[in-house]
C-alpha cells in the first residue's frame, strides 16, 4: 500500500464503524474524556489565578516574612537588588485618644507602598504612604472617637492629623489585634511616639513581590535561614475558613473530574475490546488481499487517531462553552476579569485523551496482527480474551500515577487502586456466582425462570467481565454524589444561622456582670471565657530544650504567649479523640506546686510529641501552674467559635487573674447593642465578623453551585455510557431472540426475558456497588475531604433498587429503538 493508502482507508472505514455500537460507544466516551479533562484544567487554572491574584492583593505580597522581633534589613536589600519589590511593616496594638475619648486600635507604620494591592481613601490621594505628622484612619476609628478629617489624634507621645478615611486596604495582619480599628502612619514617625519602649507587643514583616521564579527562588532561601520566631507565608499557606472551603471545593472538584475520566476510561477500555472482537475477520480479508501485519496495525492505530482528532476538536469547543457557563455561576464571587487560561491548558485534555486511548487501545489492537485468514471459511468468532498481561499492567501503572499527580496525595490512589480494582477483580466471581444461585432460586416460581437461569448460565463469562465494571461505573457515580452531599452538608454545618458573628475581647473581671446583664437585657445568653496569657517552659519537669528536638524547639506555638482557658463542659465544637474529659475542680492545697488537668489539641499534641499522662508547665504573668494532660481534642478551628490549644480544669488558674471573651450572634439590632456595649465598656474591645461570614456564605454557594455542575456532568457521562454498553449487549441477544421465537417463544417473551435478565445483574451490581462505594468513602473522606467518616443506610436500599429499574428501563428503550429501526427498513424497502 502507498503512504496515503492506510490513511483513506482508516477515513473511510472510520465511516463505516458508526454502525457498530462498540465504535459509538468510544467514540462519546473518548468525547466526555477530552471535554471534562480540559474543562477542569482550563476553569481550576482560572479559578486558581484569580485567587492567588486576589490573595497576594489582600496579604500586600506574594511572600511575608514575619516575626515579633525585628528583621535583618539585609534581606530586603538582596531582595530588592534581585528584582524583587520588597517593603516593611510594623504593626502593633495601643491607645488612641480624641478629645478625652479613647480606644484600643492597630498602628500600621508602612516604610513604602505594599508591594501587592493599594490603599483606597475618601477622599482619593496620589500618595502610597500617609506624610509625616498625618494619619489614615477607617470608618469605625471615626465613629467611636467622634472624628471628622482634619481632627488630631494623640497616639503615644505625637498628635497626627487625620487626612484619609481608609476605604479598603491589603495586610490586616493575623490574630485578634487585626480585628481593631486600623491607623496607618509613616514608619520614619514610629519611634518618635514611644510606643517601641518594653513590653510592647510589635509585629515585624517583610513583604515581597515578584515573578514566580524569583519568589520561589527567594522562599528557599529564607527557608533555609529563618531564625527562631520567624514564619515565612504566603497566599497558599494562609488558614482559614476561606481558605478551607476553598481547598475542599478544589479536592472534591479534581475528584469529580478523575470519577468522570475513569467512566470514560473503563468505557473505552470495554468499547476497545469489543471493537476489536468485531474487527477480526475485517482484518482476516484484509490478510488474504496482501496487506500485512505490520500495515493492519498501522491502519488501526490512525483509525484511533482520527476518532481522536475529531474527538479533541469538539471536546474543546465544548470546553470552551462549559467554561463560560461555570465561570457565569462564580461570577459574583472571582474579581473581574478573570485571568485567562493558557493555550497549553486547553490542550491537556486532549493530550490526556491520546494517552489513555494509546495506553488502553494499544493492547487490544496488537491481537488483530493475530487473525487467521481461516476464519472467514470456517465462519469463527475471535475469543474475547484478556491476551498478554503486561501490556494492560503497564497501562495501569500510568493510570496510577496520572492518577497521584492529579490528586496529589499517594496514600489515596491506593486505597482507591486497591477498592476500584482489587475488590472489583473478586467481585466478577461474586457477581456471576450470585446471578446463578439467584436465577435457580427463582426458576421454579416463574414460566421464564428456567429460561433466565439457562441463560444466565451461558453468560457466566460476561457477567465475571461486566459486573464488575458495572459496579465500579455505579460506585464512582455515587461516590460522586455522596462526597458532594456531605461536603455541603459540612459547609452547612459549619455556618449555621446561629453561628457568632460578634466578638468581645478584653472584658475586665469588674466588667463581666454588666455585660452580662446588658446583653440578657436584650435576650442574649452568651459564655465568658477566661483568657490567661502564658507561654509553654517545661515537659515532664524538664526545659524544652531537654524534653523537644530542635524542630519541635521552633514550633510557633513555643515561641509566643498562647491563650489558655478554663472550662467545666467539654466545648461543643470539639470532640474527645483520646483520654477522658474529667474537668473536675481542683481544690486540694497543698505546700507543693498544684498539679491540674489540662485536655490538649491534637495536632500540637502530635506535633510536640505530648502525650496522655505528660506534665506541661505553663509561665502565666510569673507564676508557674503544671498539669496533666488527662484528654486530647480535635477542634474544628473554622467553626467561628472560641478555640483554643489548651484547656485546663477549673481550680487551677483562679488565684491568677485574667481577661474575658465572649461570642454572640446579632440580628438587624446589632448597631444599637454594639453602641451600648462601647459606651458602657469604652476599654472592651467590639469584633464585627458579619461581612466575613457573607462573603464565606456567598462564597461557599457558588462553590457549591460549580461542584453540582461538575456532578451533573459526571452523572450524565455515567448515563449516556451506561446506555451505550448495555444496548451494545443486548445487541448480542437478538440472534438468541431470533432462535428462541423459532421454537415458539413470543416477541413478547423474549422482551420479558431480556428485561428480567437486565433486572438481576442490575441489582446485583447495585448491591456490590454499594459495598465499594463504602469502602471508597472511608479514604476519601478522611484524606481528601478532611471530614468524619460515616456509614450511609439509605445507600444500601436505593442503590439496588435504582440500578435494577435502570437496568429494566435501558432494556426496553433499547427494544423500542430496534423495534422502530425494523419498522424504518420495512418501511424503505416498500
Known amino acids: 500500500?502507498?503512504?496515503?493508502?492506510?490513511?483513506?482507508?482508516?477515513?473511510?472505514?472510520?465511516?463505516?464503524?458508526?454502525?457498530?455500537?462498540?465504535?459509538?460507544?468510544?467514540?462519546?466516551?473518548?468525547?466526555?474524556?477530552?471535554?471534562?479533562?480540559?474543562?477542569?484544567?482550563?476553569?481550576?487554572?482560572?479559578?486558581?489565578?484569580?485567587?492567588?491574584?486576589?490573595?497576594?492583593?489582600?496579604?500586600?505580597?506574594?511572600?511575608?516574612?514575619?516575626?515579633?522581633?525585628?528583621?535583618?534589613?539585609?534581606?530586603?536589600?538582596?531582595?530588592?537588588?534581585?528584582?524583587?519589590?520588597?517593603?516593611?511593616?510594623?504593626?502593633?496594638?495601643?491607645?488612641?485618644?480624641?478629645?478625652?475619648?479613647?480606644?484600643?486600635?492597630?498602628?500600621?507604620?508602612?516604610?513604602?507602598?505594599?508591594?501587592?494591592?493599594?490603599?483606597?481613601?475618601?477622599?482619593?490621594?496620589?500618595?502610597?504612604?500617609?506624610?509625616?505628622?498625618?494619619?489614615?484612619?477607617?470608618?469605625?476609628?471615626?465613629?467611636?472617637?467622634?472624628?471628622?478629617?482634619?481632627?488630631?489624634?494623640?497616639?503615644?507621645?505625637?498628635?497626627?492629623t487625620l487626612t484619609a478615611v481608609i476605604q479598603s486596604a491589603p495586610d490586616?495582619?493575623?490574630?485578634?489585634?487585626?480585628?481593631?480599628?486600623?491607623?496607618?502612619?509613616?514608619?520614619?514617625?514610629?519611634?518618635?511616639?514611644?510606643?517601641?519602649?518594653?513590653?510592647?507587643?510589635?509585629?515585624?514583616?517583610?513583604?515581597?513581590?515578584?515573578?514566580?521564579?524569583?519568589?520561589?527562588?527567594?522562599?528557599?532561601?529564607?527557608?533555609q535561614n529563618l531564625k527562631t520566631g520567624e514564619k515565612l507565608s504566603s497566599i497558599t499557606s494562609e488558614e482559614g475558613q476561606q481558605n478551607s472551603a476553598l481547598n475542599k471545593a478544589s479536592s472534591y472538584l479534581r475528584l469529580g473530574a478523575l470519577f468522570a475520566l475513569l467512566i470514560s476510561a473503563m468505557t473505552i477500555f470495554l468499547s476497545l475490546r469489543r471493537f476489536t472482537q468485531s474487527q477480526y475477520k475485517r482484518a482476516a480479508l484484509l490478510k488474504t488481499l496482501g496487506v500485512s501485519d505490520q500495515q493492519i496495525l498501522q491502519l488501526y492505530i490512525i483509525q484511533l487517531c482520527l476518532a481522536w482528532l475529531l474527538c479533541s476538536v469538539a471536546g474543546v469547543i465544548l470546553t470552551w462553552l462549559l467554561e463560560s457557563a461555570g465561570l457565569t455561576l462564580l461570577q459574583g464571587v472571582l474579581p473581574q476579569p478573570v485571568p485567562a487560561a493558557s493555550i497549553f491548558t486547553?490542550?491537556?485534555?486532549?493530550?490526556?485523551?491520546?494517552?489513555?486511548?494509546?495506553?488502553?487501545?494499544?493492547?487490544?489492537?496488537?491481537?488483530?496482527q493475530n487473525s487467521?485468514?481461516?476464519?472467514?471459511?470456517?465462519?469463527?468468532?475471535?475469543?474475547?480474551?484478556?491476551?498478554?498481561?503486561?501490556?494492560?499492567?503497564?497501562?495501569?501503572?500510568?493510570?496510577v500515577g496520572a492518577t497521584a499527580w492529579y490528586l496529589n496525595n499517594l496514600l489515596l490512589t491506593i486505597s482507591l487502586t486497591l477498592c476500584l480494582l482489587v475488590v472489583g477483580g473478586l467481585l466478577g466471581s461474586l457477581g456471576a456466582y450470585l446471578s446463578k444461585f439467584i436465577s435457580q432460586k427463582f426458576a421454579p416460581h416463574h414460566p421464564l425462570g428456567n429460561l433466565l437461569f439457562s441463560r444466565v448460565q451461558q453468560q457466566q463469562r460476561w457477567y465475571k467481565l461486566q459486573i464488575p465494571v458495572i459496579c465500579l461505573l455505579f460506585s464512582l457515580l455515587s461516590i460522586n454524589l455522596i462526597a458532594l452531599n456531605d461536603l455541603l452538608s459540612r459547609w452547612q454545618a459549619q455556618l449555621p444561622e446561629e453561628t457568632p458573628n460578634h466578638f468581645v475581647i478584653n472584658i475586665q473581671e469588674w466588667e463581666k456582670e454588666g455585660v452580662q446583664t446588658l446583653l440578657h437585657s436584650h435576650q442574649i445568653d452568651p459564655q465568658l471565657w477566661p483568657i490567661y496569657r502564658g507561654r509553654l517552659n517545661a515537659i515532664n519537669h524538664q526545659p524544652l530544650s531537654e524534653a523537644l528536638t530542635q524542630k519541635q524547639q521552633d514550633h510557633p506555638s513555643l515561641n509566643r504567649e498562647l491563650n489558655l482557658t478554663t472550662t467545666i463542659q467539654?466545648?461543643?465544637?470539639?470532640?474527645?479523640?483520646?483520654g477522658q474529659w474529667r474537668a473536675s475542680k481542683q481544690t486540694e492545697k497543698?505546700?507543693?506546686?498544684?498539679?491540674?488537668?489540662?485536655?490538649?489539641?491534637?495536632?500540637?499534641?502530635?506535633?510536640?510529641?505530648?502525650?496522655?499522662?505528660?506534665?506541661v508547665t505553663f509561665n502565666i504573668g510569673g507564676i508557674e501552674r503544671s498539669a496533666e494532660v488527662n484528654s486530647i481534642r480535635s477542634v474544628q478551628w473554622d467553626s467561628f467559635q472560641p478555640n483554643f490549644y489548651f484547656i485546663f480544669a477549673p481550680g487551677l488558674?483562679?488565684?491568677?487573674?485574667?481577661?474575658?471573651?465572649?461570642?454572640?450572634?446579632?440580628?438587624?439590632?446589632?448597631?444599637d447593642i454594639s453602641r451600648q456595649l462601647i459606651e458602657q465598656f469604652p476599654t472592651l474591645t467590639l469584633i464585627d465578623v458579619r461581612q466575613i461570614l457573607e462573603q464565606l456564605q456567598h462564597l461557599l454557594t457558588r462553590l457549591s453551585m460549580l461542584s453540582s455542575l461538575l456532578m451533573l456532568l459526571t452523572t450524565s457521562a455515567g448515563l449516556i455510557l451506561l446506555y451505550v454498553t448495555l444496548t451494545q449487549e443486548l445487541e448480542q441477544r437478538r440472534y438468541e431472540n431470533a432462535l428462541l421465537q423459532t421454537l415458539g417463544a413470543s416477541q413478547q417473551q423474549c422482551k420479558q426475558l431480556d428485561r428480567m435478565e437486565m433486572g438481576l445483574i442490575g441489582m446485583i451490581s447495585g448491591f456490590m456497588a454499594v459495598i465499594i462505594s463504602e469502602l471508597s468513602l472511608w479514604p476519601i473522606h478522611q484524606q481528601l475531604l478532611k471530614l468524619d467518616p460515616v456509614v450511609h443506610p439509605y445507600l444500601w436500599i436505593s442503590l439496588p433498587i435504582l440500578s435494577c429499574g435502570l437496568f429494566m428501563l435501558i432494556s426496553k428503550l433499547s427494544h423500542r429503538q430496534q423495534s422502530l429501526a425494523s419498522s424504518y427498513r420495512t418501511l424503505i424497502s416498500r
Request: charged letters at 15%; glycine letters at 6%.
Open 1 to 160: 500500500m502507498s503512504i496515503t493508502t492506510p490513511l483513506q482507508l482508516a477515513a473511510k472505514q472510520s465511516i463505516s464503524c458508526l454502525k457498530l455500537s462498540e465504535w459509538r460507544a468510544l467514540i462519546i466516551a473518548l468525547l466526555l474524556a477530552v471535554t471534562i479533562a480540559s474543562l477542569m484544567a482550563v476553569l481550576g487554572e482560572r479559578i486558581e489565578r484569580t485567587l492567588m491574584r486576589q490573595g497576594s492583593d489582600i496579604l500586600g505580597a506574594d511572600l511575608i516574612l514575619s516575626s515579633s522581633r525585628t528583621l535583618d534589613e539585609s534581606t530586603l536589600v538582596s531582595a530588592q537588588e534581585s528584582g524583587i519589590t520588597a517593603s516593611e511593616v510594623v504593626q502593633l496594638g495601643t491607645m488612641a485618644s480624641h478629645d478625652e475619648r479613647f480606644l484600643l486600635v492597630t498602628i500600621r507604620a508602612l516604610q513604602a507602598a505594599y508591594p501587592r494591592g493599594k490603599i483606597t481613601l475618601e477622599p482619593p490621594t496620589p500618595l502610597n504612604i500617609p506624610k509625616p505628622n498625618e494619619v489614615w484612619a477607617e470608618q469605625s476609628a471615626l465613629d467611636r472617637l467622634n472624628l471628622t478629617l482634619g481632627d488630631q489624634i494623640t497616639l503615644g507621645s505625637v498628635s497626627f
Open 172 to 223: 490586616r495582619g493575623r490574630g485578634f489585634i487585626s480585628f481593631n480599628p486600623q491607623l496607618i502612619i509613616n514608619r520614619q514617625q514610629l519611634e518618635q511616639t514611644g510606643l517601641l519602649g518594653p513590653g510592647a507587643r510589635l509585629s515585624y514583616r517583610q513583604l515581597f513581590a515578584g515573578t514566580p521564579t524569583l519568589i520561589a527562588t527567594l522562599r528557599q532561601r529564607l527557608e
Open 346 to 368: 486547553y490542550l491537556s485534555g486532549p493530550l490526556l485523551g491520546i494517552t489513555i486511548l494509546l495506553c488502553l487501545g494499544l493492547p487490544s489492537l496488537f491481537k488483530l
Open 372 to 399: 487467521n485468514p481461516l476464519q472467514l471459511i470456517q465462519d469463527q468468532t475471535a475469543p474475547l480474551t484478556w491476551g498478554n498481561k503486561l501490556p494492560y499492567a503497564a497501562a495501569m501503572l500510568i493510570l
Open 570 to 578: 467539654l466545648p461543643a465544637h470539639n470532640t474527645l479523640v483520646a
Open 590 to 615: 497543698t505546700d507543693t506546686p498544684l498539679i491540674g488537668q489540662v485536655s490538649i489539641e491534637e495536632k500540637i499534641a502530635s506535633e510536640l510529641g505530648l502525650t496522655l499522662g505528660d506534665i
Open 653 to 671: 488558674l483562679e488565684d491568677i487573674s485574667a481577661s474575658y471573651l465572649t461570642s454572640f450572634h446579632l440580628g438587624d439590632n446589632s448597631a
